[in-house]
């Protein structure tokens, strides 16, 4: 009876781990995509692409780069919240219901080996994927680019969804809106749309001031907004019970 459930465990844990790699991958697919439709980039990433037209600098480094700003970030605004409960014994933290200030401070860490590993991917698929419609103005440069920005919003949903439901370590642009949420008491949905009209803001300005004029700014970037959210309600409609199913997060979330 133990061995069963072991090896059901050891199963569930293999089809976790796949499911968040393979969900990484596939976000990382998506960003990349985003940002060869030349339409404007998503949000999150607006802030590192601009920085790294206007410098000359790698995508993925710079990537690399703002995520660790995050990480930085996030562990502060933990510390903050952590300080706020010590008076409070037995008092759980919101965050990903997790009780253990070590292991809150610990998925912080863990961000940046994965961030590093994630901005790799970025690398390797802007090296491999052409620049979609450059230099063309045609309309059938812009249908194109259009259909690769589509393209592009549904695998970052699928991608963000599929590794945010697995709950192991978080993207640090996920991690941080988590954390901003969890201190100012609001919701997460209110929380992204307000990050994500930062860096579109800090973009824009990065754009305007050092280069004269939009980088990584678009129509793109409105329809990632509004996009990617709902690819992953979308996906998750109609896969996240059979995906909880195989990978066990429903038993760990009621253990939790």
């Avoid at 089809?15 to 990484?24: D, E, K, N, P, S």
């Avoid at 985003?34 to 480094?61: E, H, Q």
């Avoid at 995050?70 to 562990?75: G, R, S, T």
Wanted: glycine fraction near 12%; proline fraction near 2%; charged fraction near 15%.
């Amino acid at each position: 009876m133990t061995t069963g459930k072991t090896s059901e465990r050891r199963k569930q844990l293999g089809f976790r781990i796949f499911f968040y790699a393979a969900g990484l991958l596939i976000l990382a697919l998506g960003l990349t995509l985003n940002t060869k439709a030349g339409l404007g980039v998503s949000a999150i990433i607006s802030v590192s692409y601009s920085l790294s037209v206007v410098m000359g600098k790698n995508f993925g480094d710079m990537t690399f780069v703002i995520y660790g700003v995050f990480v930085l970030i996030e562990i502060i605004l933990h510390m903050v919240r952590i300080s706020r409960y010590e008076s409070m014994e037995g008092q759980a933290l919101k965050n990903a219901g997790r009780t253990d200030r070590r292991l809150v401070l610990l998925m912080d860490v863990l961000q940046l080996p994965l961030s590093l590993v994630f901005t790799r991917f970025l690398n390797v698929f802007s090296d491999y994927i052409p620049q979609f419609g450059e230099g063309e103005n045609t309309p059938g440069s812009y249908v194109l680019r259009l259909l690769v920005l589509i393209v592009a919003i549904i695998l970052t949903g699928i991608g963000a969804a599929m590794s945010l439901n697995m709950r192991i370590i978080p993207n640090p642009g996920d991690g941080i809106v988590q954390a901003i949420a969890d201190c100012a008491h609001k919701s997460v949905g209110f929380t992204k749309n307000c990050f994500d009209l930062l860096n579109i803001t800090i973009s824009t300005l990065v754009g305007l001031l050092l280069a004269g004029g939009l980088v990584g700014v678009g129509i793109g970037t409105v329809l990632a907004v509004i996009g990617v959210g709902r690819s992953i309600a979308v996906f998750n409609h109609f896969t996240y019970e059979r995906i909880a199913e195989l990978s066990g997060v429903q038993e760990a979330k009621g253990q939790g």
